[in-house]
């Protein structure tokens, strides 16, 4: 129920339902290189699946995602099962970061090689290194197919 409640409360703020910080506010809130940091770590994560590079990927998750799901094969595994989009997907789009409920989630609209859209929710989390990490991901259809 928690988990639903997080991807409701993303995809309000995303379609503007609930107030999503402005781009200022987010500078403030985060500050620059942070929202920047924050595109960088996923936007690497989704390049090491695409190119099958489940180490890469497994270091950008966070430790209690890591060992959670025990290996990077494992977790590459996981994401060839669950998250197809994720993994092959022909155009990916990044939203800002978003603070919602205190969290930080970054979005990202992915077209999947048969043109269906989706929406990846990654919640992102600071590590003791000051490193921004994932700490989770869910995906949505949307009734919407790219051209």
Same mark, same amino acid.
């Given at each position: 129920? *928690?988990?639903?409640?997080?991807?409701?409360?993303?995809?309000?703020?995303?379609?503007?339902?609930? @107030?999503? &910080?402005?781009?200022?506010?987010?500078?403030?809130?985060?500050?620059?290189?942070?929202? &920047?940091?924050?595109?960088?770590?996923?936007?690497?994560?989704?390049?090491?699946?695409?190119?099958?590079?489940?180490?890469?990927?497994?270091?950008?998750?966070?430790?209690?995602?890591?060992?959670?799901?025990?290996?990077?094969?494992?977790?590459?595994?996981?994401?060839?099962? *669950?998250?197809? @989009?994720?993994?092959?997907?022909?155009?990916?789009?990044?939203?800002?970061?978003?603070?919602?409920?205190?969290?930080?989630?970054?979005?990202?609209?992915?077209?999947?090689?048969?043109?269906?859209?989706?929406?990846?929710?990654?919640?992102?989390? *600071?590590?003791?290194?000051?490193?921004? *990490?994932?700490?989770?991901?869910?995906?949505?259809?949307? @009734?919407?197919?790219?051209?």
């Amino acid at each position: 129920m *928690k988990r639903l409640t997080l991807i409701v409360a993303m995809l309000a703020a995303l379609i503007g339902w609930l @107030p999503a &910080a402005s781009a200022e506010e987010m500078r403030q809130a985060l500050g620059e290189s942070e929202i &920047a940091e924050i595109r960088s770590a996923v936007e690497k994560q989704i390049d090491a699946l695409t190119n099958d590079d489940a180490a890469r990927a497994f270091d950008l998750t966070t430790e209690d995602t890591r060992n959670r799901l025990g290996s990077p094969d494992n977790f590459l595994r996981i994401i060839k099962e *669950k998250y197809e @989009p994720v993994y092959r997907h022909r155009m990916a789009l990044y939203s800002s970061p978003q603070v919602v409920l205190g969290k930080v989630y970054q979005a990202v609209r992915l077209t999947d090689l048969e043109s269906h859209v989706w929406v990846a929710i990654y919640l992102m989390h *600071k590590d003791e290194q000051g490193t921004w *990490k994932i700490d989770g991901c869910q995906l949505v259809q949307t @009734p919407a197919v790219a051209i």
